[in-house]
């Protein structure tokens, strides 16, 4: 098995320090991302040739420290201690040496060859600092490599040295951090209690289990000692700590910081100036008392009004295209079943869908921008009084966001929240923050019964609707379930994003959005337009199936659906046709456009012509429908259940199908509630 | 180093007691295990000095500067970073601050 090419080399280092550039441009688009098993803790890999050997570098989450209390901590924590890890490259923002070394000092304790990676090298010099990183090297005993991330230098020097300290051609097994005299004793003491039982290094192992006890044994190794090995540390450690007069907790830490900062004061030539002062000056407007709250606002609205005006004209041209598509492919295929699938199922199923990419895009956009140059920790540090009146946390405002682009992200998101209470409570509320894929529902029924002028302003009703009531369902949750979790956050420095980065983020929606166009939507439209044509069609020669009027309709398969659950939405005056809409659209919000497209396509007199005008002119002119109804049916989607992927995520995330099944009932009844109320409150007063 | 006993601590000074623009250097932290761990993480622990940036919108939470670094907690937390205030006095330009560092690297 020990090939050369089994190197795996992990990627560690504090959140904002340049970690995911720097990953970017070793692996560059040869990665592959998936989840860590168990947690939806985001996974990267990616292999490359170094020199003779081909090596897979593993992007590890960002963490301050590898103690167990958060998920992010306890994956990387397993990730560096597992076998398969030959090397762990520590990416550290020069600019604040002292930090960034202090999760060096607990990587190197591991006992596992370190390199470090000196990034954002570059700031740090035109700042005027100047670093010894020869005695760098040899006060900590590894490898350090001067890199600039976000521009690539120094990249190939650090992929090369992480090869050679792999295969132990360099010393990279570092110098560990000491302690105070009576933790060392301490120390030895547990290790003379565990003997050589543990997997991983021995002082390491001991230093642990007196921090955490048990509950550092979250890993397969808890059962090796027994309860009476456990009493006996804890004895040690109760001494320790009666002897010291703080907790052992303490005494690591400060032992840890003692470590990083000796390192950082020994090799520092010459400080850098403190804290780009451009940062303070931002944050003076931005953060500020009074302009922080109208500033964010402000940049919420342009946000939106940005993604819709100059989404618009993108949006046509696709459409034209798909509408070009379709005549043309109408009139190339033979009338008939064929015919019918490619032109009414697939191309108008797929396209009405494909059409909203470039609203989706610039919305991930203007997020991507938010989260790369610092300014999304910036927003939980300004929402955070109103969200903690809710019940909530500030930082939950930041997957809240994101549910405006896509839900699943969204839910992945909320592990940045500590506490699963708060977790479980954003994850339940995340749904009504209106998602991407549910706007292209809002554009079809807003344009066709409020017109174009008026369609802006409903669509953003519905926006601040959702937002009310994820808002009340927070409050009412956390009135539920007691207490809160603490806030504590770093807010990083001002960085201008890199096209690279931001051009990578859009890259991979761009990429999610069009698979799921081409997967779930194709195979939800072909399922669509197999229900509304079969078993009506068989019925007749294959060639008259365009003639399927709307009573032959009702005799389809979706025909006898939509009136199976026709009583249930019966009193808030839709049909079944809205029924079967609804129901397709618990594979992927964007279906209910393909669907109605299809229903209201095959049930109509002259078929291929499915773009939106068309449809919007059809919807207009049933007269089962009428603008309170298709408020009310706004409304009914924004709230009812999740689409599948989210159910998808959702259970691996909070744990569970029973959260699941709340879920897809909580949202449904609410969705009911709220829409029949809306629609006869609303029809009383018109 | 000089160690408060409980008695003392609760009219001791904290984070929360300082104004925008005001340092201090951290004496204790008060706080449960996985928030004590977290602000220790952060470079909040005994011997680190911190300056009071400001007041969020609404009043809570807080930010503030440590180990160059900007921070942000809320009041509750807070309160439990037990602080020895430098005063106003403290409050220097930048020269001195360098100037303060450079002495301590020659300390060591």
């Not at chain 1, 804290?275 to 342009?302: C, E």
């Not at chain 1, 919305?363 to 009084?385: H, K, N, P, Q, V």
């Not at chain 1, 079967?580 to 964007?590: I, R």
Request: net charge neutral; glycine share 8%.
């Amino acid at each position: 098995m020990n090939h050369k090419d089994d190197i795996v080399i992990a990627l560690a280092g504090n959140p904002n320090c340049g970690k995911t550039s720097l990953y970017n441009f070793i692996t560059g688009s040869r990665q592959h991302v998936g989840n860590y098993p168990g947690v939806t803790v985001e996974r990267k890999e990616g292999s490359i040739a170094v020199d003779d050997a081909i090596v897979t570098f593993v992007d590890l989450p960002g963490t301050y420290s590898l103690s167990p209390f958060s998920i992010e901590e306890y994956v990387a924590r397993n990730e560096i201690l597992s076998d398969r890890i030959s090397a762990i490259i520590v990416v550290v923002d020069t600019t604040r040496l002292e930090r960034n070394l202090y999760l060096a000092s607990q990587i190197i304790e591991t006992g596992k060859p370190v390199i470090i990676a000196l990034n954002m090298f570059d700031e740090f010099e035109e700042s005027g600092g100047i670093l010894d990183i020869p005695q760098l090297s040899a006060i900590l005993g590894v490898p350090c490599v001067p890199t600039i991330g976000n521009r690539g230098k120094g990249i190939l020097d650090l992929m090369s040295v992480s090869l050679k300290a792999a295969r132990g051609e360099v010393p990279a097994v570092g110098k560990l951090p000491r302690y105070s005299h009576e933790m060392e004793h301490a120390i030895d003491a547990v290790g003379e209690i565990i003997g050589s039982r543990s997997p991983y290094d021995f002082r390491w192992t001991s230093i642990n289990i007196l921090l955490y006890g048990a509950s550092f044994c979250d890993l397969s190794i808890k059962t090796i000692f027994t309860e009476d090995d456990y009493r006996r540390i804890d004895e040690i450690r109760n001494n320790l700590e009666l002897l010291e007069g703080r907790v052992v907790k303490s005494i690591v830490t400060s032992g840890r910081y003692g470590y990083a900062s000796g390192a950082a004061a020994e090799c520092l030539r010459e400080r850098h100036k403190l804290l780009s002062t451009t940062t303070d000056k931002i944050d003076a407007v931005v953060t500020n008392r009074w302009l922080g709250l109208p500033i964010f606002l402000l940049i919420l609205w342009s946000m939106f009004q940005a993604t819709f005006t100059l989404g618009e004209y993108p949006v046509k041209l696709i459409g034209i295209f798909f509408h070009q598509t379709g005549f043309l492919a109408s009139r190339i295929i033979p009338a008939g079943l064929v015919n019918s699938l490619v032109v009414d199922g697939i191309i108008a199923g797929v396209g009405g869908v494909v059409m909203f990419l470039p609203n989706i895009l610039l919305l991930f956009f203007f997020i991507s921008l938010m989260e790369d140059t610092g300014y999304m920790a910036r927003a939980a540090f300004i929402m955070d009084r109103v969200m903690h009146f809710l019940g909530l946390h500030g930082k939950s405002f930041m997957p809240m966001l994101v549910g405006f682009g896509c839900t699943v992200p969204a839910i992945m998101a909320t592990r940045i929240l500590e506490s699963r209470r708060e977790r479980m409570i954003t994850m339940f509320v995340i749904p009504f923050m209106s998602c991407g894929a549910r706007l292209p529902v809002y554009i079809l029924l807003a344009g066709a019964f409020f017109g174009r002028e008026h369609a802006g302003t409903v669509i953003f009703s519905l926006y601040l609707a959702g937002m009310v009531l994820s808002f009340v369902i927070a409050k009412i949750l956390s009135f539920m379930t007691k207490t809160s979790s603490p806030f504590v956050m770093e807010l990083p420095p001002y960085r201008i994003p890199t096209p690279r980065s931001v051009l990578l983020h859009i890259w991979e929606r761009a990429w999610m959005y069009l698979r799921k166009a081409g997967t779930i939507i194709l195979a939800a439209s072909i399922f669509v337009w197999f229900l509304v044509t079969f078993p009506a069609g068989t019925k007749q020669e294959i060639g008259d199936i365009h003639e399927n009027t709307p009573a032959n309709l009702e005799s389809t398969y979706a025909g006898s659906f939509g009136k199976l659950i026709e009583p249930a939405l019966k009193p808030l005056g839709f049909d079944w046709r809205i029924g079967v809409a609804l129901t397709t659209g618990f594979a992927a919000k964007e279906v209910i456009v393909s669907t109605l497209g299809t229903i209201y396509a095959v049930g109509d007199e002259h078929t291929g012509e499915s773009d939106n005008s068309n449809l919007q002119k059809v919807l207009r002119d049933d007269p089962s429908l009428d603008p309170i109804k298709a408020y009310g049916l706004m409304l009914f989607i924004l709230i009812y259940v999740p689409c599948i992927a989210v159910l998808g995520v959702l259970k691996r995330e909070a744990g569970g199908w029973k959260w699941v099944g709340l879920m897809i009932v909580y949202t449904t009844s609410l969705a009911w509630i709220v829409s029949f109320s809306f629609i006869k409150a609303a029809e009383l007063l018109m | 180093m000089f160690r408060h006993d409980h008695m003392a601590v609760r009219h001791a000074t904290t984070i929360d007691d300082l104004r925008p623009g005001e340092k201090g250097v951290i004496v204790q932290v008060m706080a449960d295990d996985g928030i004590k761990q977290r602000l220790m993480d952060l470079g909040l622990i005994e011997g680190t000095e911190i300056e009071m940036i400001r007041h969020a919108p609404f009043g809570d939470p807080i930010q503030i500067k440590a180990l160059n670094t900007h921070i942000a907690l809320r009041r509750r937390e807070a309160r439990m970073i037990v602080i020895d205030a430098a005063g106003e006095e403290h409050s220097e330009s930048q020269g001195r601050y360098r100037h303060r560092f450079g002495r301590k690297s020659q300390l060591r």
